[in-house]
């Protein structure tokens, strides 16, 4: 009688790897909970941007009304304004703000002493730590009519005030030095972790050939945090339809609404004041099909150019 031969079925090797590093994966369970409840659970309310939602009723119970309200959000005659001052504040920041991180980066990495390059990196960290209530006052200390500091030096020279934030012309400029003042210190952190991982022995060879600090950036730093610097601008160019809601609205009035409408701020007079909440959801998908349009084009083009992108 022939033996019968049982074959062992072997493990996979996520189950393999499961056994052995079982207690990371017990780690990793409280984050991935985090993230099913607060992150995907949620995606559930999108739904609300086709229905003529009613908190009675709920979600799942309103009435279906299809892309109604994405047809209301075209017809409105602030549509083509939203989309303009948000492309336009979002291009200045890409264009004025992006670049100063990595600048600042490359000169902090410059410094030699120790101590004073913390507390260089101390001092351009804190701003990103003030809310933009702060930031707002600080900006109306300076540059509104009655305190502001800059129309007090403009009297005192013999000039006549200008009131800042009452002009369309000059709300642009104040949104993105705002940016630029907050952000930039803490959006070195990135940029200082990729050039502390840059093999040292490149600069050691270049101080042997008899390189200067100029050309040691150029041909060595610049090249070696060059993928970072195309994920962040992808990954940038990926919340081109976001400008910061709070930032926006704080400094809003009725002088420069013809400029500073955006999505974020529609989102909430609509979604929250007025309770139109599918209203709001809708200009927050459409704000997010934007940025998803974006994200694809700048992979293209980092493609074409003979870079990696970020997939």
């Known amino acids: 009688m022939e033996e019968m031969v049982i074959k062992r079925k072997t493990p996979g090797k996520f189950a393999k790897n499961f056994h052995k590093y079982k207690y990371r994966y017990v780690l990793l369970l409280p984050g991935l909970i985090w993230l099913l409840i607060f992150k995907y659970i949620p995606y559930s309310g999108l739904l609300m941007a086709f229905e003529n939602f009613s908190p009675a009723s709920g979600i799942f119970g309103s009435q279906w009304v299809g892309f109604e309200n994405f047809q209301y959000l075209f017809k409105t005659p602030d549509f083509l304004n939203m989309i303009r001052n948000t492309l336009v504040?979002?291009?200045?920041?890409?264009?004025?703000?992006?670049?100063?991180?990595?600048?600042?980066s490359i000169m902090i990495s410059e410094v030699r002493h120790v101590k004073y390059k913390r507390i260089v990196?101390?001092?351009?960290?804190?701003?990103?730590?003030?809310?933009w209530v702060v930031v707002y006052a600080l900006t109306f200390f300076l540059l509104s009519v009655d305190v502001g500091l800059l129309n007090k030096l403009f009297v005192a020279m013999g000039m006549e005030k200008v009131s800042f934030l009452t002009q369309g012309s000059s709300f642009y400029?104040?949104?993105?030095?705002?940016?630029?003042?907050?952000?930039?210190?803490?959006?070195?952190?990135?940029?200082?972790?990729?050039?502390?991982?840059?093999?040292?022995?490149?600069?050691?060879?270049?101080?042997?050939?008899?390189?200067?600090?100029?050309?040691?950036?150029?041909?060595?730093?610049?090249?070696?945090?060059?993928?970072?610097?195309?994920?962040?601008?992808?990954?940038?160019?990926?919340?081109?339809?976001?400008?910061?809601?709070?930032q926006v609205l704080l400094i809003q009035n009725p002088?420069?609404?013809?400029?500073?409408?955006?999505?974020?701020?529609?989102?909430?007079?609509?979604?929250?004041?007025?309770?139109?909440?599918?209203?709001?959801?809708?200009?927050?998908?459409?704000?997010?099909?934007?940025?998803?349009?974006?994200?694809?084009?700048?992979?293209?083009?980092?493609?074409?150019?003979?870079?990696?992108?970020?997939?």
């Open 121 to 131: 990196q101390s001092i351009v960290y804190l701003p990103h730590f003030l809310s």
């Open 255 to 311: 002088m420069i609404s013809s400029v500073s409408e955006v999505f974020s701020t529609y989102a909430y007079n609509y979604g929250v004041v007025r309770g139109l909440t599918s209203i709001g959801t809708a200009v927050d998908m459409f704000k997010s099909v934007i940025n998803l349009l974006f994200v694809f084009l700048a992979q293209m083009v980092t493609k074409w150019l003979g870079s990696d992108g970020i997939f």
């Open 173 to 246: 400029i104040i949104i993105t030095l705002q940016s630029i003042w907050r952000e930039t210190g803490w959006g070195t952190i990135l940029f200082l972790a990729a050039i502390s991982g840059i093999d040292s022995s490149l600069y050691e060879a270049a101080d042997v050939d008899g390189a200067n600090r100029m050309r040691k950036i150029w041909h060595i730093t610049l090249p070696g945090i060059k993928m970072t610097i195309v994920t962040m601008l992808i990954l940038r160019l990926g919340r081109i339809a976001d400008v910061s809601m709070e």
């Open 89 to 104: 504040i979002s291009g200045l920041n890409i264009v004025f703000y992006f670049p100063l991180p990595i600048i600042l």
